[in-house]
């Protein structure tokens, strides 16, 4: 749709023209900010830990566990360089002390969400698969973040109530 | 010719000035857009529709997604 609408405009004379081609979907998969009625829906970028375990492929197992735990995590970010996600060390991961790689034990491709999900579907589809929480990534794989089901369900709570309040007084 | 942009591009062309024009029809755009984009559904775009914009400044366009 877009790359006709582009066209169009330049047949209008218009010399400045560029086609988002990825879209709102790309825009709000990235966290951006938007404007308009849904806009203000609670979504995974408002509630996701930035500030979370990563490791790389190559990295100590023993150690990537160890550190996950200490900063009160049971999981960790498999990434590359980049940043990207390439899997997700489970939550009963072994310590590593027989020598086992991160490579080897790590689920590979976990379930990832953009940060634009909108929060109130991805818990409902949490709390039916038994999730405790969930890596959030940009729709380029990097990792955002992880998203505590806790959290989330936390933080619809407390919109609720504010709903609530707001109808109750007005 | 139009060129593609990227969610990079867009930001840049914003902060230069350049001018969203979202192709959606109303009710899409109504429920959520990139902040400060004109709604000019894709069967609406005419001559006199886009007089509004200034053909002095870049016009990025954009729908859902690039399907």
Same mark, same amino acid.
């Given at each position: 749709?877009?790359?006709?609408?582009?066209?169009?405009?330049?047949?209008?004379?218009?010399?400045?023209?560029?086609?988002y081609?990825?879209?709102?979907?790309d825009?709000?998969g990235?966290?951006l900010?938007?404007? =308009?009625?849904?806009?203000?829906l609670?979504r995974?970028?408002? *509630?996701?830990?930035?500030?979370?375990?990563?490791?790389?492929?190559?990295?100590?197992?023993k150690?990537?566990?160890?550190?996950?735990?200490?900063?009160?995590?049971?999981?960790?970010? *498999?990434?590359?360089a980049?940043?990207?996600?390439?899997g997700?060390?489970?939550?009963?991961a072994p310590? =590593?002390v027989?020598?086992?790689?991160?490579?080897?034990?790590?689920?590979?491709g976990?379930?990832?969400?953009?940060?634009?999900?909108?929060?109130?579907?991805?818990?409902?589809?949490?709390?039916?698969?038994?999730?405790?929480?969930?890596? *959030?990534?940009t729709?380029d794989?990097?990792?955002?973040g992880?998203l505590?089901?806790?959290?989330?369900?936390?933080?619809?709570?407390?919109?609720?109530?504010?709903?609530?309040?707001?109808?109750?007084?007005? | 010719?139009?060129?593609?942009?990227?969610h990079?591009?867009?930001?840049?062309?914003?902060?230069? =000035?350049?001018?969203?024009?979202?192709? /959606?029809p109303?009710?899409?755009?109504?429920s959520?857009?990139?902040?400060?984009?004109?709604?000019?559904?894709?069967?609406?775009?005419t001559?006199?529709s886009?007089?509004h /914009?200034?053909?002095d400044?870049?016009?990025?366009?954009?729908?859902?997604?690039?399907?």
């Open positions: 749709m877009s790359p006709r609408a582009a066209w169009r405009l330049e047949t209008f004379g218009f010399t400045q023209v560029y086609d081609v990825d879209g709102k979907a825009w709000l990235y966290g900010p938007t404007e =308009g009625d849904g806009a203000s609670p995974a970028g408002g *509630v996701v830990q930035r500030d979370v375990p990563t490791c790389r492929l190559d990295d100590d197992l150690s990537a566990v160890e550190h996950a735990r200490a900063a009160g995590w049971d999981t960790c970010a *498999v990434v590359n980049a940043g990207i996600v390439l997700r060390l489970p939550a009963d310590d =590593g027989d020598g086992q790689s991160i490579e080897a034990v790590m689920d590979v976990p379930t990832t969400v953009r940060p634009s999900e909108q929060l109130a579907d991805l818990v409902g589809r949490m709390q039916h698969f038994d999730v405790a929480h969930m890596l *959030v990534t729709p794989g990097r990792l955002v992880i505590r089901r806790a959290d989330a369900e936390r933080l619809l709570l407390q919109q609720h109530h504010h709903d609530h309040h707001d109808h109750a007084g007005g | 010719m139009p060129r593609n942009a990227d990079r591009d867009v930001q840049r062309l914003l902060a230069e =000035g350049g001018q969203l024009v979202e192709v /959606l109303v009710e899409e755009f109504a959520e857009h990139l902040i400060g984009a004109h709604n000019i559904p894709l069967k609406s775009l001559r006199e886009v007089a /914009l200034d053909r400044r870049p016009v990025i366009v954009y729908c859902w997604d690039h399907l």
